[in-house]
């Protein structure tokens, strides 16, 4: 039961940035993968994964005082803060298979919307 939440959540969010990097190029969020193996992609994805969903988690926790007192408005800035963090982490550490590039925080935040959305969409299929 666990395996097949993990299997469908690294699934979405392959998805998911599938989707942004490939048909909403406007986004100005692309990863290029310098090699075309599947565990390539899902090295990446499971990294996305892994921020998205296990690290953000702990830092909503962290600060849900700060959102209670914002309206849930600093939610937004955690999550384009992972996109960054995301884009830090590949082109620092795994910047041999693969790249992540971002443009303007605007674009950053429209991207972070978009994945939102996305996830809330598959998660119902």
Do not use: C, D, G, R
């Given at each position: 039961?666990?395996?097949?939440?993990?299997?469908?959540?690294?699934?979405?969010?392959?998805?998911?940035?599938?989707?942004?990097?490939?048909?909403?190029?406007?986004?100005?969020?692309?990863?290029?993968?310098?090699?075309?193996?599947?565990?390539?992609?899902?090295?990446?994805?499971?990294?996305?994964?892994?921020?998205?969903?296990?690290?953000?988690?702990?830092?909503?926790?962290?600060?849900?005082?700060?959102?209670?007192?914002?309206?849930?408005?600093?939610s937004?800035?955690?999550?384009?803060?992972?996109?960054?963090?995301?884009?830090?982490?590949?082109?620092?550490?795994?910047?041999?298979?693969?790249?992540?590039?971002?443009?303007?925080?605007?674009?950053?935040?429209?991207?972070?919307?978009?994945?939102?959305?996305?996830?809330?969409?598959l998660?119902?299929?």
């Amino acid at each position: 039961m666990i395996i097949n939440k993990l299997i469908s959540a690294i699934s979405i969010n392959m998805l998911v940035i599938y989707i942004i990097s490939k048909y909403l190029p406007w986004l100005w969020f692309q990863v290029s993968f310098l090699n075309w193996a599947l565990e390539i992609y899902l090295l990446v994805w499971a990294i996305f994964w892994f921020l998205n969903v296990v690290v953000k988690k702990i830092v909503k926790i962290l600060t849900l005082p700060l959102n209670i007192l914002t309206l849930w408005l600093f939610s937004v800035i955690i999550n384009i803060w992972f996109i960054y963090l995301f884009q830090f982490v590949i082109n620092t550490y795994f910047q041999t298979i693969a790249t992540v590039q971002l443009w303007s925080f605007v674009q950053v935040a429209i991207v972070s919307i978009v994945i939102y959305i996305l996830n809330l969409l598959l998660k119902k299929l």
